[in-house]
Each structure stands twice: as C-alpha cells, then as structure tokens.
C-alpha cells in the first residue's frame, strides 16, 4: 500500500554558478531573468529551467509570482524535458540551457555553464551522488546558492535556505518553495510511539 503524507513546505533554491560573480539576488531579478533570459540590467545570463511539468518549476515561479509557463528562460527547447545524456548539459553542438527532465540535469548544466543560475531542491547540496566529484556541490565547491531577498514580498534581507529561516517563512526569511508529499510503502504512522508513529491498525 503506498501513502501520501503530508510535508508543510519543500524549499527550493536558487544555485549559481562562480562565474557569474554574485552571492545574492532579489525576487525581482530573479523572475526577470526567468522570463526573459537576461537580468533587469540587461545583463545576458543563462536561466537554466526545469521542464514544463516539474513541480519544482512549479514551485519555483508560482513563489516568484509567475506564471511557470512564462519561466521558460531563453527557452530553447522545445519544452518536452531534456534526454539523460550528459551532453545537453555541457557546451557544444547539442547543449540545451533550458527545460531540464531532472534537478541533476539543472545541477551538471549549471556546473558547466560559466554564466548560469537555476533552481533545485537545497537537499542535494549535500546528497547529489551524480554530480560532482565527491557528489555533494555545494560542499566541494562546484557551485552557491543564491542568498535571496524577498522584495516583491517587502523583504529587506538576503536569506540562504538554512533550517531557521525555512521554518520561519516570513519575508524576511526563505518563501520559495512548495507544498510537498513523500510517498511510503506503508505508512509511518503504523510504527509504534516509541520509533515515532501512532501504533495505528495501516500496513507497515
């Protein structure tokens, strides 16, 4: 038996990669450059996407107050979601920026692009087995995560997703992400007190 639980909000984060020379946006920046592929400056940045049925996109621009079909970036492919090979996510002949089929398709095209930001789950900073050499990015250095500031909601500091201001979601602190569902074969809340369910009569 599969069950849906519940979780009250799944962060996602903005990642960067070294060369494009910055620690920090706003949310303004941020959808500018998602929907039209360069920053308000003018800047041409590379607005690397997840494709168009990811939550996580979802996720992502529905925070930023877009409609995700407009975060498309430069929106090169044709939306359908890159292949797995590794090729799409470097530069070269059949390099695709835009509409990834996967958070480690975002991830190696980010590592790969000098002038890249994108978007994924903060976890994989330190879970990511496939990318990078020890697999964990954000501990070996291979990109950042974006500090963000929430000005289109009248925040006026910059914020990393750390677990203090992802609990505390208010402007001032993390509010980009979603609601989210872990899905288990059989439920937790059959385990008894002691190992943190409720001893209820569900399939384990």
């Not at 529905?62 to 409609?67: G, K, M």
């Not at 990318?131 to 291979?142: E, I, P, Q, R, T």
Request: aromatic residues 6%; charged residues 15%; negative net charge.
């Amino acid at each position: 038996y599969l069950f849906n639980n519940a979780f009250a909000f799944a962060p996602v984060a903005a990642v960067v990669n070294f060369g494009v020379g910055r620690e920090q946006a706003s949310q303004s920046e941020l959808r500018h450059l998602f929907v039209t592929g360069r920053m308000p400056s003018g800047e041409n940045l590379i607005a690397v996407t997840r494709d168009i049925g990811s939550g996580t996109r979802n996720a992502w621009n529905n925070s930023l107050a877009t409609d995700p079909s407009f975060g498309g970036g430069d929106n090169i492919s044709n939306g359908t979601g890159t292949s797995a090979t590794t090729t799409e996510n470097r530069p070269g002949v059949v390099y695709v920026p835009n509409n990834k089929g996967g958070n480690d398709r975002v991830e190696e095209t980010v590592i790969n692009t000098r002038l890249a930001i994108g978007y994924v789950g903060p976890e994989r900073g330190a879970a990511s087995a496939n990318v990078g050499a020890s697999g964990n990015w954000l501990a070996n250095g291979s990109m950042e995560v974006l500090a963000i500031q929430n000005d289109l909601q009248g925040g006026t500091v910059y914020n990393r997703p750390n677990i203090d201001s992802i609990v505390l979601g208010d402007p001032n602190n993390w509010t980009i992400g979603g609601p989210a569902q872990l899905i288990t074969l059989g439920s937790p809340l059959a385990e008894c007190v002691a190992d943190g369910g409720t001893g209820a009569l569900l399939p384990k």
